[in-house]
T-cell receptor
Framework: GNSVTQMEGPVTLSEEAFLTINCTYT??????LFWYVQYPGEGLQLLLK?????DKGSNKGFEATYRKETTSFHLEKGSVQVSDSAVYFC???????????FGKGTRLHILP | DARVTQTPRHKVTEMGQEVTMRCQPI?????VFWYRQTMMQGLELLAY????????DSGMPKDRFSAEMPDATLATLKIQPSEPRDSAVYFC???????????FGPGTRLTVL
C-alpha cells in the first residue's frame, strides 16, 4: 500500500541552525510528493512539491528533492527562524488518485 | 485572495446533540475533502467529493456522521448524535482538479462535553 513515514518530533533547534526533517515513502506507480506546513491555530498549507524523480521543490528557504532510488523526500533549510515553528507534514498522491496520504507530522520548535 | 471558509470556528456542545459544520470551497474547485485532526490520531481523511458526488467516505463512522454537498458552494459535515470522542478539529480542504494542491480551511474546533 501507499504510506509516508516521517521522523517523530518534536524537533527543537536554535535560530539559524540547519534543519532536516526526514521523510520516506512507499507507493506504487509514480507519486507526487509534498510538504505541507501547519502554523498554530491554522489549517495546513502547501510548502513545496515535486512531481517526478530528481525534481527539487523549494519555497521560503526550504528545499526537498524527490529521490526515487531511496524513496525519500527530506525537508531541509539552511538557517531556521523562530517564525518557522510549526508542524510539518510530508505527503504523497499516488498516481491517478485524488487523495493525499499524509505522514503523522513533525512538530518543530525554534528557540530565539 | 481566494480561501476556503469554515463555520463555525469553535463549537462546544453536549453529548447527544447534533452538530453541523459547514465549508465553502474556493470558487472553481471541484474536489472537497473533510479531515479530522486529534493529538492521538493525527490527521484522518473522513470523506471526499468530486463534482459534488461522494467518492470515498470509508474514514467516517457511518452510524453517526454524514457528509453532503447540497450545491457547489457548500459542503456540510453532520454528527448525530455527538459523543465526547468526536472532540477534534475538523478541516475542510478543496482542490481544483485531481492531483492538484489542496487548500485547507481554518478548521472547526469541536468540543463535546
Amino acid at each position: 500500500g501507499n504510506s509516508v513515514t516521517q521522523m517523530e518530533g518534536p524537533v527543537t533547534l536554535s535560530e539559524e541552525a540547519f534543519l532536516t526533517i526526514n521523510c520516506t515513502y512507499t507507493a506504487t506507480g509514480y507519486p507526487s510528493l509534498f510538504w505541507y506546513v501547519q502554523y498554530p491555530g491554522e489549517g495546513l498549507q502547501l510548502l513545496l512539491k515535486a512531481t517526478k524523480a530528481d525534481d527539487k521543490g523549494s519555497n521560503k528557504g526550504f528545499e526537498a528533492t524527490y529521490r526515487k532510488e531511496t524513496t525519500s523526500f527530506h525537508l531541509e533549510k539552511g538557517s531556521v527562524q523562530v517564525s518557522d515553528s510549526a508542524v510539518y507534514f510530508c505527503a504523497l498522491t499516488p498516481n491517478r488518485d485524488d487523495k493525499i496520504i499524509f505522514g503523522k507530522g513533525t512538530r518543530l520548535h525554534i528557540l530565539p | 485572495d481566494a480561501r476556503v471558509t469554515q463555520t463555525p470556528r469553535h463549537k462546544v456542545t453536549e453529548m447527544g446533540q447534533e452538530v453541523t459544520m459547514r465549508c465553502q470551497p474556493i470558487l472553481g474547485h471541484n474536489t472537497v475533502f473533510w479531515y479530522r485532526q486529534t493529538m492521538m490520531q493525527g490527521l484522518e481523511l473522513l470523506a471526499y467529493f468530486r463534482n459534488r458526488a461522494p467518492l470515498d467516505d470509508s474514514g467516517m463512522p457511518k452510524d453517526r456522521f454524514s457528509a453532503e454537498m447540497p450545491d457547489a458552494t457548500l459542503a456540510t459535515l453532520k454528527i448525530q448524535p455527538s459523543e465526547p470522542r468526536d472532540s477534534a478539529v475538523y478541516f475542510c480542504a478543496t482542490s481544483r482538479t485531481s492531483f492538484s494542491e489542496q487548500f485547507f480551511g481554518p478548521g472547526t474546533r469541536l468540543t463535546v462535553l
